[in-house]
């Protein structure tokens, strides 16, 4: 089992505090979403687990099968098991799609084979409903909103991540293929035994990605947490409701 944790992190970007105090704890085969208004340190929390260097960690802790990976690069985080599918996936001009996955799975496995690749991608297109010409365009240029984050999913899935992360995937999506890839991630996490913790505003992307646990955070911190139900009061009362803490 892996097991990422969270304790008493705050950090900061420019020199203001987005995250206070912030502790959490997920296990694999548990998914956790994180919900809450915007601006409140959603997106930097993934970011922060990736390693991004835009954000300042002041104090606290994050390690992964208790080890401490503040102190490594993304790629050697990405490396033991962590994956981030981006809210706004980045445009590479002149590398393809399979030279971007061919050069980072094979970074991963030491038996690395070119026709197992190439069959293994093609499948992941195809169940994504992308076409398999855009195996060879450069990745992400030209692709509409829709296809930048099947894309994630199809990097998922190839990569082979233990720890997932989901942030706003839904955005950008329509609602077939908000079902599709919101099945593909499930398949994925059931044969998988990963983890995932998922970003979102919205209860559409809980109808196929169901949570274990949902937390809402509010100044940086958590302020509630709760199982798939809370999901519901939060469409009924919104968040503001439960700005005080005492609400159940």
């Not at 646990?213 to 199982?227: F, L, N, Q, R």
């Amino acid at each position: 089992m892996h097991t990422l944790k969270i304790e008493h992190l705050d950090v900061s970007i420019n020199d203001k505090k987005i995250l206070k105090d912030f502790n959490l704890t997920i296990n694999s085969g548990e998914i956790h979403a994180i919900m809450g208004p915007n601006g409140i340190g959603k997106s930097t929390l993934t970011k922060v687990i990736m390693g991004s260097s835009d954000y300042k960690v002041e104090k606290g802790k994050i390690t992964y099968d208790n080890k401490d990976i503040l102190s490594l690069k993304t790629d050697e985080r990405a490396r033991m098991g962590l994956f981030l599918a981006m809210q706004s996936p980045s445009e590479i001009e002149g590398v393809s799609n399979a030279d971007f996955l061919k050069t980072a799975v094979s970074s991963k496995e030491d038996n690395f084979k070119l026709l197992p690749f190439i069959k293994e991608l093609e499948a992941n297109y195809n169940n994504l409903n992308m076409d398999k010409q855009m195996i060879h365009r450069s990745l992400n240029v030209g692709y509409s909103g829709g296809e930048k984050k099947k894309n994630e999913i199809i990097q998922l899935k190839m990569l082979k991540p233990s720890f997932i992360m989901l942030d706003e995937i839904d955005s950008g999506l329509d609602v077939d293929s908000l079902k599709l890839v919101g099945e593909q991630i499930m398949d994925y996490y059931k044969k998988n035994d990963s983890a995932i913790l998922l970003i979102t505003h919205y209860q559409r992307l809980l109808d196929y990605i169901k949570p274990d646990y949902v937390h809402i955070i509010s100044e940086g911190t958590v302020i509630k947490s709760g199982d798939s139900t809370l999901v519901q009061l939060i469409e009924e009362k919104g968040y503001d409701y439960f700005k005080d803490g005492t609400n159940e």
